[in-house]
């Protein structure tokens, strides 16, 4: 309290000399000298830089505080992909395709538009496909992800895999991954699909090679594989 008070005692001293003249400052003989730096100019030139360091304080600080509200909280969560579980640290805003390639190094899955244009990292979840850059991870827990990694079972080609070998439907193949998860859903869905199906169905995938007719083809054949693996 008494160190309050002194302060405040203090402060009112100092302004009393600021508001007194310069000239009546040198008469008391205050501050002057050979640095010509009154007590006047040092304690105003204190103030200014108190308030400068006050006033940068604040700015670095501010940023920090507000950093630290907005910064996004890591959480551990599980994730079921291509039949096992693993258990990830994930940030609220990470997609589903974000994950798999830089999480699990699942790279099969691509990412061409990453705004639900073209379909290059569509994965199947629960066996539907789904554009793996437009969905949020967290939205997938409890959910069984498949990626084009885990199509081949035991050795054994899935039936779109076979027909890709079959029919060499790709030029570059960049899209290959996602119009083959698609058609991995379809066969699941409807082996019975017909072309005209598949065309509809894969719709939502761009090929910028322009491959389309061999794709199509390729659907064909995966729904035929499927067919004589099902009789
Ligand atoms: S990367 Fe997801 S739709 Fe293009
Ligand atoms: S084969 Fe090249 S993008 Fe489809």
Redesign the pocket.
Known sequence: MDELREDTFLQDDLLEELRQDPQELEEDGVGSGPSNVTRRTFIQGSVATGAAVSIAGGNLLQPDVLRAATEPVARTIELRVNGETHELEVEPMDTL?MVLRYGLDLTGT?????????????VLIDDVPH????ILVHQVRGREVTTVEGLEQDGVLHPVQQAVLDEMGFQCAFCAP?FIMSMAGLVKANPNATRADAQKWLA?H?CRCGDYNKILNTAERALENARATLS
Request: aromatic share 4%; glycine share 24%.
């Open positions: 395709a691509k990412l061409g538009c990453d705004r639900a244009e073209c379909g290059a990292c569509t554009y793996g850059c437009s996602g939502g761009i």
